[in-house]
């Protein structure tokens, strides 16, 4: 079977499966979906958690309906283990689309997913999740900084969109050395995933532009658990920044071509 045939299939297959389930209350907007998640951390913050969805019943239901009727959310979240996402939104099954990768970087995979979850989930909400005493954005720090360490030859390549976060940190923050940068930093981080998913997906700033969804910074305070919602105006001005960029990416859709003759097996 061919690549492309492999494509069309796992595709299909995604849409379809669930269709038959049980019909779903009308999804929330982006101002409602927005406000469930800021309710749900309140909750998570003051101890008093409801932790709706995690029932038999919900998991059943999962089992056989369109996740696209009910999640509410996409969030790129960084993997770490101190960054529960479901928690700290206090939600259940089938209430979040979560892409959680080293850095809450956005790159190829990731911005795919993040694709999938807005277009075919068809979210009304993605949060790009940054977190306090990031590992990653300290790791980048220390090599920009000329104090870094060897790393394992997949980690560089990750986490190099990170490295215009901490310079621009630095940048506008002269009067800060060394690591005192990284809490800066690491909003910069986030700034600039959004950054890059803009430039990579057209798909993205069309559903934004025709306010289909709307995509929001935030920090997570590991101390408190509580969730720092950065401007939106800022997402409105990066988009703008990008619509200028002749660099952008243009072609919202993938064209399936032969790659050079490969088949799978």
Not at 187 to 204: C, D, G, H, K, R
Request: aromatic share 4%; net charge neutral.
């Amino acid at each position: 079977m061919r690549i492309s045939d492999v494509l069309k299939v796992a595709l299909g297959l995604c849409l379809v499966v669930g269709l038959g389930g049980l019909k779903a209350a009308d999804k929330p907007g982006p101002a409602e979906a927005l406000k469930m998640l800021e309710d749900g951390n309140a909750r998570y913050v003051a101890g008093e958690m409801k932790s709706p969805n995690q029932s038999a019943e919900r998991k059943k239901l999962s089992s056989h309906s369109n996740q696209g009727n009910y999640a509410y959310a996409t969030v790129l979240s960084c993997s770490d283990s101190r960054v529960p996402v479901e928690l700290i939104f206090d939600v259940g099954v089938m209430d979040l689309f979560v892409v959680r990768v080293a850095g809450n970087v956005c790159n190829t995979d990731e911005i795919g997913s993040i694709e999938y979850g807005l277009a075919h989930v068809n979210t009304p909400v993605l949060v790009v999740l940054g977190h306090k005493q990031c590992g990653a954005v300290t790791a980048v720090t220390q090599e920009v900084e000329g104090d870094g360490h060897p790393l394992e030859r997949n980690i560089p390549p990750l986490v190099a969109s990170i490295i215009p976060a901490v310079e621009r940190a630095q940048k506008m923050h002269t009067e800060v050395k060394g690591l005192k940068i990284v809490p800066y930093a690491i909003e910069e981080n986030v700034w600039q995933s959004i950054e890059n998913l803009f430039m990579q997906s057209p798909a993205t700033r069309e559903i934004v532009k025709k306010g289909k969804a709307k995509i929001i910074g935030a920090v997570y305070n590991l101390e408190t658990g509580k969730v720092e919602w950065l401007p939106e105006e800022k997402v409105v001005e990066i988009l703008a920044k990008v619509e200028k960029n002749p660099q952008r990416a243009m072609n919202a859709m993938y064209e399936m071509k032969e790659a050079s003759g490969a088949k799978v097996h």
